[in-house]
């Protein structure tokens, strides 16, 4: 089982069947690990890949900072770091707020905006309960970073019935233990699981390449681990 495992390790993924992986390491300047990306190797056989699922919740950082500063859903807030906003609340985004856009345009833009620091201790304690909440559902899966998980999606699915009702039932969980919102993908490798949860859909077995065929090479953004890996990979996309 999962549970104990410190959510301080963001690293994906440990403990998937390794028989169908090679991974490929990606480090920092300081030689730090950084993420941990699948590479699969070609199958004659689609319906051998293994099934991954991925949970996301959105506006993860929003999330956590209202959790923990007992902030309602209505108000208008926005994360920032040193240099900009790197997530706002649906309110906010109602209001014209952007991911990096400066602090001092979001103020003169919507006064009412409530300005939280970017704390990543912040958003790796308020997962907690969201991992809690699926491993009563799911009894191993992988932390990526805060605000989405990573699982093997097969064994679940089958004592379950179907992958739809573990997508119902780790929503279901989450939004009633966690009281935040959350969508799940399950699909054949990584990157094409992420896009799933971003979706909210199960990708049928051997169709993944259509399925990631109409994607913008900027999707890839969405699989990074962390904001670091992200901006870092922003070069090679663009």
Excluded: N
């Excluded at 301080?8 to 950084?34: A, C, I, N, Q, V």
């Excluded at 909210?200 to 913008?216: C, I, N």
């Amino acid at each position: 089982s999962g549970k104990g495992r410190p959510l301080t390790h963001l690293s994906y993924p440990l403990g998937l069947d390794r028989s169908h992986h090679t991974h490929h390491h990606f480090h920092d300047g300081e030689g730090k690990l950084m993420a941990t990306l699948p590479l699969h190797h070609e199958r004659a056989d689609a319906e051998r890949s293994p099934r991954l699922g991925v949970l996301w919740v959105p506006d993860w950082p929003v999330v956590a900072a209202m959790t923990e500063q007992g902030i309602t859903a209505d108000i208008p807030l926005a994360v920032h770091d040193a240099q900009a906003i790197i997530a706002a609340s649906a309110p906010a985004r109602a209001l014209g707020i952007r991911r990096g856009m400066r602090r001092r345009v979001a103020q003169e833009l919507c006064p009412e905006l409530i300005l939280v620091p970017a704390d990543s201790g912040r958003d790796v304690r308020a997962f907690e309960q969201v991992v809690q909440a699926c491993e009563d559902v799911v009894a191993e899966l992988e932390v990526v970073r805060p605000g989405m998980m990573l699982f093997a999606a097969a064994g679940p699915s089958r004592y379950l019935g179907s992958e739809e009702k573990l997508a119902d039932s780790l929503v279901g969980a989450v939004a009633q233990q966690a009281g935040a919102e959350c969508q799940v993908g399950i699909a054949e490798g990584y990157l094409t699981a992420v896009l799933a949860a971003r979706d909210g859909v199960s990708v049928p077995a051997g169709t993944s390449p259509a399925y990631l065929a109409t994607r913008d090479i900027r999707s890839l953004l969405h699989a990074a681990t962390t904001r670091e890996a992200s901006a870092s990979w922003v070069d090679l996309v663009d």
